[in-house]
Structure formats: structure tokens, C-alpha cells
Nanobody, 124 residues
Framework: QVQLVESGGGLVQTGGSLRLSCAAS????????MGWFRRVPGKDREFVAA????????VYGSSVKGRFSMSRDNAKNTVYLQMNSLKFEDTAVYYC?????????????????WGQGTQVTVSE
């Protein structure tokens, strides 16, 4: 069983930056694909980014490409989401997710493990 704990959310002004962290425990971290999703009340969960255990290039959602950067530190069992040039529409609860294997799906249904989420609020 994999446990995921997100941190780093908060309030930031438009154009600012935040870095989210997701610490994983249990399971075999190095064999998991890790992902970030976000959700706004009343909307479906949106894919943000994901990276495979092998450390290949992360995959990004179209709305964050060029502004967000995902990385992982296998030695620390932690993934990060660096968010730059934040926009009001980036306001959401951000969730860390994990799945076994090296595939990098963008569908939330493909991920078996989820953190509780961290709120990111971007003020206009």
C-alpha cells in the first residue's frame, strides 16, 4: 500500500510561483509512475503532469505545459511540481497520484493511489 502526502500549497499572486511536494511511503516507489492532477469544485479531475519510474521526460497537460515542471527524487521518495507564471485559473486542489509500472497515463482512473490534496489559490 502506497501512502502519498502532498505539501507546499498556499496563496500566491498571479504570475507567482509555488513548489508542491509529494512524499511517498510504502510500496516500491522506484517502480511507480507518479502523477499530479487538480480539481476545481464542480469539474472533473484534470491531468497536470506525470513521470515514470525510469525517469524519462515528464508528460504535461496542455494548460500547464511550459509553465509547470515535474521532477522526482527516488532517493527521497518524493516528487515535486514547480509551478511558475501562475494564473487565476490554476486555482484548484492539487493531488498526487501513483500507479505501478512505467506507463504514463493521463487518465485519473489509471492511478490507484492518491494523496489527500493540497489547495493552491492564485489571486488576481
Amino acid at each position: 500500500q502506497v501512502q502519498l502526502v502532498e505539501s507546499g500549497g498556499g496563496l500566491v499572486q498571479t504570475g507567482g510561483s509555488l513548489r508542491l511536494s509529494c512524499a511517498a511511503s510504502g510500496g516500491t516507489f522506484n517502480a511507480n509512475t507518479m502523477g499530479w492532477f487538480r480539481r476545481v469544485p464542480g469539474k472533473d479531475r484534470e491531468f497536470v503532469a506525470a513521470v515514470s519510474w525510469s525517469g524519462g521526460a515528464p508528460v504535461y497537460g496542455s494548460s500547464v505545459k511550459g509553465r509547470f515542471s515535474m521532477s522526482r527524487d527516488n532517493a527521497k521518495n518524493t516528487v515535486y511540481l514547480q509551478m511558475n507564471s501562475l494564473k487565476f485559473e490554476d486555482t484548484a486542489v492539487y493531488y498526487c497520484a501513483a500507479r505501478s509500472g512505467s506507463a504514463v497515463p493521463t487518465q485519473s482512473e489509471a492511478y490507484a493511489y492518491w494523496g489527500q490534496g493540497t489547495q493552491v489559490t492564485v489571486s488576481e
